[in-house]
C-alpha cells in the first residue's frame, strides 16, 4: 500500500484544493486582518504596563522591550501583507467577473493603430495571463505573509538566545576563563547567525558549495533549532 502523499487520488485532492484555496485564503485574511486590528491597542496598553513596572531594573526591561517590539513588528508586518493580499483578491475576483462576460482581449476589435496594438500584446498580452499571474502573486504573498513573522521571530530568539547565554557567561566566577568563553561563544554565534542571513537571502547558496555544505552543516543543524526554522 502506498504512503497517503504518494496516492494519485491524494495529489489530485490536492491540485483541486490549490485552485480553490482563494476561499480559504480571503476568509483567513479577513478574520485575521480584524483580530490583529483589536490587538494593537491592547498590546500597546500592556508594553506601556510592563515597561513602568520593570523601569527599575534595567535588564528586565530591556528584555520586555525587545519582546513586545518582537510582537508588534511581527503583527504589523503580518497585518500589512494580508491587507495587500486582500486588495489583490479583491482584483482578481473582479478580473475573473469580467472574463465571464467579455472573453479574452480582441486586439483586431478594438482597432488600434499596429504601434499600439504591438505594445499592448507585449506589455499586457491576453487576459487569462493577467489573471494567471495575479492569482500567482496572490496566493504568493499569502504564503510570504506568515513565512515573514516567522522570519522576525527567528531573528528576535536568535538575538534573545545569544544575550541569554552571553548573561550566563557573565555571571560566572570572574577570570581569564569567563572572558575566553564570552568571547569564543559571542564570535562563533556571530559568524553562525551572518552564515544563516547570507544562505537564507542567497536561497541556499552555501548548501550548493560542496566545502561551504560541508562547513555549514553543523552550523545549520544548530541554528534550526535555535531559531524553529524547522518548523517552517
Excluded at 187 to 210: E, H, N, P, R, W
Amino acid at each position: 500500500m502506498l504512503p497517503k502523499h504518494e496516492d494519485s487520488k491524494f495529489k489530485k485532492w490536492l491540485d483541486i484544493l490549490q485552485q480553490e484555496s482563494w476561499q480559504l485564503e480571503l476568509i483567513i485574511s479577513g478574520v485575521a486582518i480584524f483580530g490583529l486590528i483589536q490587538t494593537f491597542d491592547p498590546l500597546v496598553s500592556l508594553a506601556n504596563s510592563v515597561s513602568a513596572k520593570t523601569m527599575d531594573d534595567n535588564s528586565l526591561s530591556a528584555i520586555s522591550s525587545v519582546a513586545f517590539a518582537a510582537v508588534i513588528i511581527c503583527l504589523l508586518s503580518l497585518t500589512i501583507c494580508l491587507i495587500i493580499h486582500v486588495i489583490l483578491r479583491g482584483l482578481w475576483i473582479g478580473a475573473v467577473g469580467l472574463r465571464y462576460f467579455s472573453g479574452d482581449i480582441d486586439y483586431e476589435v478594438l482597432n488600434y493603430t499596429n504601434k499600439f496594438k504591438e505594445y499592448l500584446q507585449k506589455r499586457i498580452g491576453s487576459f487569462d495571463k493577467y489573471i494567471s499571474k495575479l492569482e500567482d502573486y496572490c496566493s504568493l504573498i499569502f504564503a510570504l505573509s506568515f513565512l515573514l513573522v516567522f522570519f522576525f521571530l527567528s531573528f528576535f530568539i536568535s538575538i534573545s538566545v545569544f544575550s541569554a547565554v552571553i548573561a550566563i557567561i557573565d555571571n560566572l566566577p570572574s577570570g581569564t576563563t569567563q572572558s575566553v568563553l564570552s568571547n569564543i561563544f559571542g564570535v562563533s554565534m556571530l559568524i553562525a547567525i551572518l552564515m544563516t542571513a547570507v544562505d537564507f537571502f542567497t536561497q541556499g547558496f552555501l548548501k550548493k558549495k560542496k566545502w561551504l555544505a560541508f562547513v555549514y552543516f553543523p552550523v545549520y543543524r544548530v541554528m534550526s533549532r535555535v531559531t524553529f526554522s524547522f518548523l517552517y
